[in-house]
């Protein structure tokens, strides 16, 4: 089915299997930060291992997502004038890198202070390569997709972020099962799996360096319909988008709740580490099933009502799978993990990347989704930190979880009722209507 782009044609299968594997290198190097932030940091980068240590480290977590606007900003405008691919190598190669490097960083019983500084450094670099990589291949493959079937194939994009987590969580179990009283779980055995980023990274630089630009963009740029500064252009066309999707973007806080803040709650609660790991794991795995599904069914029935369904169920279902982890029926904790987050939030998950996507014409896409997104995003990325300190991790902060979730989930559904259904609208004139009226 694929063919080259400068026939004229466009190519969704290859650019939907770059962007999965793109994502799958991203998010397995996001997450295994966030597992070592939640169960190693605390313990290396910061003076003691109490509440405080706990606090700062997730906080480190989250220092991504403020680099992530900035490079939003950047890699957005450059993605929108010089193509989206040449944007997804930068992304992919700083990511690689960065991750690499926080394996190799000396901690703080050897340097001090210096220690978390350099790791927030090296966040930092993560945060802004992320920017621009699901923002880059959202449009991709959006671009490159079938009218009637935009919703899939951009959902595969966020199915490598599941296959990312999966692929992290499973590399990071071994070191999970290193008892702390063994100095090698904290010296060496938590920097193995930053060094084997480099392994995935490789692979998909040879993946993705042979997919073209989507033809609409290669029109664009053919006929001189290229913003000389999308940012102005986005401001003025698309600025109630961009709120929009800034506000849409909070449900992402779903995501690292569960899979970053619950990692700590867990262990609070009694659970071993590996447990909270596999919750984790097996969540992901059935929400690789079902988030296409929710996507076909987005092109279907439209995006909103899909959209709208993730963010209240995962309001819904949160309090009981956080209620659970205290217990002592963990095939009951494990069921609600699927249905909190593959039955429920893979469904606004899957959904998103088509749905703001669609929002925007193709001369500023690259800059809305980045800029909205990752806006929106850092609430995402603080939400563990400051969950935390409000209790969150402590005896009973299911409580405190759960509301911080129903906030977020509110904000969500109120923004997205206000969004344009886009299943029917050509891609070619998406964004159109807004500039003309």
Same mark, same amino acid.
Request: contains cysteine; hydrophobic residues 45%.
């Given at each position: 089915m694929p063919v080259d782009a400068e026939t004229g044609h466009k190519t969704p299968v290859k650019a939907a299997v770059a962007s999965f594997m793109g994502s799958a290198v991203e998010y397995y190097d996001f997450f295994i930060f966030g597992t070592a932030a939640a169960l190693i940091f605390p313990h290396i980068f910061f003076p003691d291992g109490d509440n405080a240590a706990l606090v700062m480290s997730l906080a480190t977590f989250g220092f991504a997502y403020i680099a992530r606007p900035i490079g939003a900003v950047i890699?957005?405008?450059?993605?929108?004038?010089?193509?989206?691919?040449?944007?997804?190598?930068?992304?992919?190669?700083?990511?690689?890198i960065s991750t690499f490097v926080i394996g190799c960083l000396p901690t703080f019983a050897q340097i001090g202070w210096f220690a978390p500084i350099l790791?927030?450094?090296?966040?930092?670099?993560?945060?802004? &390569?992320?920017?621009?990589?699901?923002?880059?291949? &959202?449009?991709?493959?959006?671009?490159?997709?079938?009218?009637?079937?935009? &919703?899939?194939?951009t959902s595969w994009t966020l199915s490598?972020?599941?296959?990312g987590q999966i692929l992290a969580a499973l590399i990071f179990l071994p070191v999970t099962l290193i008892p702390d009283e063994d100095p090698f779980k904290y010296e060496w055995a938590w920097r193995i799996p930053f060094w084997l980023s480099a392994v995935v990274v490789v692979v998909t630089f040879y993946i993705r360096r042979t997919l073209q630009e989507p033809p609409a963009f290669e029109e664009a740029k053919a006929h001189g319909d290229i913003a000389k500064i999308p940012l102005f252009d986005l401001m003025r066309y698309h600025w109630r988008d961009v709120l929009r999707v800034i506000l849409?973007?909070?449900?992402?806080?779903v995501s690292t709740v569960f899979g970053n803040l619950a990692l700590a709650y867990g262990k609070e609660v009694g659970l071993a580490e590996s447990l909270t790991l596999w919750l984790v794991v097996v969540a992901n795995v059935f929400a690789l099933g079902t988030q296409p599904l929710f996507a076909t069914l987005a092109d279907r029935i439209g995006r909103k009502p899909v959209f709208i369904y993730g963010a209240i169920s995962s309001a819904v279902f949160m309090p009981f799978y956080m209620l659970s982890m205290s217990g002592d029926n963990m095939v009951l904790t494990f069921a609600l993990a699927v249905l909190t987050f593959s039955c429920g939030y893979a469904a606004a998950n899957a959904v998103w990347p088509s749905f703001y996507g669609e929002m925007f014409s193709a001369r500023v896409r690259f800059s809305g989704l980045a800029i909205g997104t990752q806006i929106g995003f850092l609430l995402a990325g603080f939400a563990p930190s400051i969950v935390a300190g409000l209790g969150g991790v402590q005896q009973g902060g299911w409580v405190v979880i759960s509301i911080f979730t129903g906030v977020v989930c509110l904000i969500v559904t109120l923004a997205a009722l206000t969004a344009r259904e886009t299943k029917d609208v050509p891609t070619a004139t998406l964004g159109i209507k807004v500039i003309a009226g």
């Open positions: 890699l957005g405008h450059l993605g929108d004038r010089l193509g989206r691919q040449r944007i997804l190598m930068f992304t992919l190669v700083l990511m690689g790791l927030v450094l090296c966040r930092l670099m993560q945060g802004l &390569s992320a920017a621009g990589e699901q923002a880059g291949a &959202s449009s991709m493959t959006l671009e490159h997709a079938p009218d009637d079937r935009r &919703s899939f194939f490598g972020t599941q296959g849409c973007a909070f449900i992402a806080a």
